[in-house]
């Protein structure tokens, strides 16, 4: 689960350059949260992204409440499901380019592996 500094829902647009994860399943009480920095124009764009997707979830919705034929509905999902991955590319190249290198300079390294490992063994079927 993420938490994070969002903005406000009167200024959606403006996002914070540093936001928190938080690390279900990690006991350790000094890694609880742990600031990542991320540029606030990538941010935006993951934000736009999502908020696409969310949109195209509803029409899939609709088309399901209209009865449209499966076909369209499954093709429909198939573009969701594309958009997603996309998504989870770019917040994993994100991640691979700036948290791990990152962790690198700090001298811990080992363990952001490990919560990507985790992230992926959770993500990827």
Do not use: Y
């Not at 903005?7 to 949260?33: E, F, I, M, T």
């Not at 993951?46 to 369209?72: F, Q, W, Y």
Request: with cysteine; net charge negative.
């Amino acid at each position: 689960m993420a938490v994070s500094n969002s903005p406000s829902a009167a200024n959606p647009g403006d996002l914070p350059p540093n936001h928190l994860h938080v690390h279900p399943g990690d006991d350790s009480s000094d890694r609880d949260l742990h600031p990542h920095v991320h540029d606030p124009a990538s941010l935006r764009r993951i934000v736009n992204r999502l908020a696409r997707i969310e949109g195209h979830i509803r029409g899939i919705k609709t088309m399901v409440e209209e009865s449209r034929p499966c076909p369209d509905v499954l093709v429909q999902v198939a573009a969701v499901r594309g958009a997603l991955d996309r998504v989870a590319r770019i917040i994993l190249d994100e991640h691979l380019s700036e948290c791990i290198s990152r962790a690198a300079e700090a001298g811990n390294i080992e363990d952001e592996i490990a919560e990507l490992k985790t992230a992926l063994d959770r993500f990827l079927p």
